[in-house]
């Protein structure tokens, strides 16, 4: 591998032994530019969302239950996203234009953004399947719920899903120094990620039953009527972070595909394109979280609204009292509505 800067070297084109499925076209200058755009905006978005997620629910006492476990650590994944892994996609492409420093340089650097980029989708992965087991125990098992989803369970098999992230980008980047095919890794990866497919899809189809079921059901109770309505919601929004995941993750897997099938994609870089996509994500996850829930929003608004004047603490529970209240008889009165268009649909049938 030459060690002479770009700029003293006549090649056109530029790849990397340990990744032939990407080439970077020198003469297409406005691709790398536009990927570093690309690359600062999502960085930017993706670290001030997370941290304001992270914020949230440590400023929160409502948001600091064990299920918010997972919502963390999925949220540090998505902040390395945009703290570490858009730097360095950054940092690659602007030593690419400068042309100043060797190409086995930019070959390690590459390594270090596809390690980096690898091991933080996984985590991502791993964590959606997680918030699928949680909500499954959740629906279908909601009398066990508070044994089974621990703080020190969920906090175990955050630490697993990182681990297991980590070792599979170790193995692929060991197996990648030594030479050594990397086809039955490849294998073996492929394997346990469609078992974890098959196992997120039997957690979801379990959830949509059991809320089918729940909506069948009369309950006599507000209470448990109010709870429902929540879990369902909660649901609903797990559901979504996995949609928006699995469509971040498809176009990585057809770029892979079609790299290997054609010279033509490697040199437009359409691997490294569908890698920008996939970061994405780590904006969309937060954003979800601000749209779904209303205490995220409200918590976020506090911590980025200019402080109060301190008020008296007997006027500050007083606002408070008046505002649970009125609240609560809103959704007493609505669901008082519910019960009775429930009750006579049951006396006209």
């Known amino acids: 591998m030459s060690e002479d800067p770009l700029v003293n070297s006549s090649r056109s084109k530029l790849f990397c032994p340990g990744a032939p499925l990407i080439i970077w076209d020198l003469e297409r200058k406005a691709f790398l530019q536009l990927g570093i755009a690309l690359s600062a905006v999502i960085g930017l978005f993706a670290v001030l969302l997370n941290i304001l997620v992270i914020l949230a629910i440590k400023k929160t006492r409502e948001l600091q ?23 360095f996609n950054i940092t690659l492409d602007a030593l690419i234009l400068r042309g100043t420093i060797s190409v086995g340089m930019i070959c390690v650097i590459a390594k270090l953004t596809k390690f980096v980029s690898s091991t933080t989708y996984r985590a991502s992965y791993y964590h959606v399947i997680l918030f699928s087991w949680e909500r499954y125990v959740a629906i279908v098992k909601p009398m066990k719920y508070k044994a089974i989803v621990t703080e020190k369970r969920l906090t175990i098999l955050a630490v697993i899903a990182w ?91 057809v770029a892979h595909v079609l790299t290997q ?27 979800l979280y601000f749209y779904r829930n209303r205490k995220y929003r409200e918590a976020a608004l506090r911590l980025l609204s200019k402080p109060r004047e301190i008020q008296p603490a ?11 209240y009125s609240s609560a008889f809103v959704n007493v009165k609505e669901l008082v509505y519910i019960e009775r268009g429930q009750r006579l649909t049951r006396s006209q049938s």
């Open 314 to 324: 007997v006027h500050v529970g007083l606002r408070k009292r008046r505002q649970r």
């Open 65 to 87: 239950t064990n299920s918010v476990i997972l919502v963390t650590s999925l949220a540090v994944v998505d902040l390395i996203v945009g703290a570490v892994s858009a730097p």
């Open 163 to 253: 681990m297991t992230a980590l070792t599979t980008s170790v193995l692929f980047l060991a197996l990648e120094a030594t030479a050594v095919s990397r086809m039955v890794l490849r294998v073996i990866f492929a394997i346990v990620q469609l078992l974890a497919f098959t196992l997120m899809v039997y957690f979801y189809s379990m959830v949509y039953i059991g809320i089918r079921k729940r909506n069948r059901s009369q309950f006599s109770h507000v209470n448990a009527l109010i709870k429902a309505r929540m879990e369902r919601k909660t649901a609903l929004t797990v559901f979504l972070l996995t949609i928006a995941i699995l469509i971040a993750i498809v176009p990585l897997g």
């Open 261 to 287: 099938r054609s010279s033509f994609f490697r040199e437009i870089s359409v691997l490294r394109w569908a890698e920008t996509f996939l970061r994405l994500n780590s904006i969309v996850n937060p954003a």
